[in-house]
């Protein structure tokens, strides 16, 4: 059973595991109609990956007896510079998920909720991989710039990723 404060910790990172999805279909958006189409296929990838990252959320929450409860999700920037800007907010956003989850450890330990803690874990690795692949992506881009060769390689290589889904528990 959840305590009030883990429950109420647990559908606010639903919440934001949400607006994340919501925020690189956006970015996806804008890198189609810059015509970087392996750029939108990224942050599709990126969607999926958060839509199943909310999902183990709201699922771990109902086998362990909570209410899941979903709030209005704000709107995402819809306008960026060139193809770097969403990268670099991609980073600052990774980050700031990757606080939030900290905060659910630490949430999770001062109430004494070793499920909870352990559940948590997967998303501490998942983390890392978050942000070491958009800080990949920045330093690639940072090195072409707005070269139309070096931005097409990349792209085309942003074109490669796809979804994997969250193998089954």
Known sequence: MLSKKMLDSLNYQIN???YSAYL????????ADSGLNGAA????VQTKEEMSHAQKFYNYVL???GRVVLDSIEAPPIEFKSILEPFEETLRHEK?????INDLVKTAREENDNATEIFLQWFVTEQVEEEASA??????????GNEGGGLFMIDKELAQRVFT????E
Request: net charge neutral; glycine share 6%.
């Open 24 to 31: 690189y279909m956006s970015m996806a958006a804008y890198a």
């Open 135 to 144: 800080a990949e992506i920045i330093q690639k881009l940072k090195l072409v």
């Open 16 to 18: 934001r595991e949400l």
């Open 63 to 65: 086998q362990q007896g």
């Open 96 to 100: 700031v998920v990757t606080g939030l």
């Open 41 to 44: 296929n990224w942050f599709e």
């Open 165 to 168: 889904p969250i193998a089954a």
